[in-house]
């Protein structure tokens, strides 16, 4: 299931035990990002006072297939047909709203997967 706010979702990875919480003011030029980077691909992290205003802030909350999946509201095995929906409905809606005087889209997607 997928769940509809950020807020569900960081419930949702506590839950699971992939959340770690830092509750003690970080810098975030620095460590900020070594913490990030140390539990990469094992867990999300939610700072709760980030830098000198004390902004919460959240790092990895997709950063395994396990992860992203279950964001994506689907399992593993249906993760790249998941994105490749979401990507489809993002172009049909882009291409949808097209001025009416343009015959051509604003961008082209030729089938190499490269943008002109």
């Known amino acids: 299931m997928t769940a509809p706010t950020l807020r569900a979702w960081l ?7 992939v959340l770690a919480v ?21 867990k999300a992290v939610w700072y709760a006072r980030a830098g000198d205003l004390g902004v919460p802030v959240v790092a990895g909350v997709a950063c395994t297939r396990p992860m992203l999946a279950g964001a994506c509201g689907t ?3 249906g993760l790249v047909d998941r994105l490749l929906e979401a990507v489809w409905y993002r172009l049909r809606t882009i291409f949808c709203f097209a001025r009416p005087s343009q015959h051509t889209p604003a961008f082209a997607v030729p089938f190499n997967g490269g943008y002109q």
């Not at 949702?12 to 035990?17: G, K, P, Q, S, T």
């Not at 830092?22 to 094992?42: K, N, S």
């Open 75 to 77: 399992d593993e095995a």
């Open 22 to 42: 830092v509750t003690r003011r970080v810098d975030p030029r620095f460590e900020m990002a070594a913490v990030t980077r140390r539990l990469d691909g094992r």
């Open 11 to 17: 419930r949702r990875l506590r839950e699971e035990d």
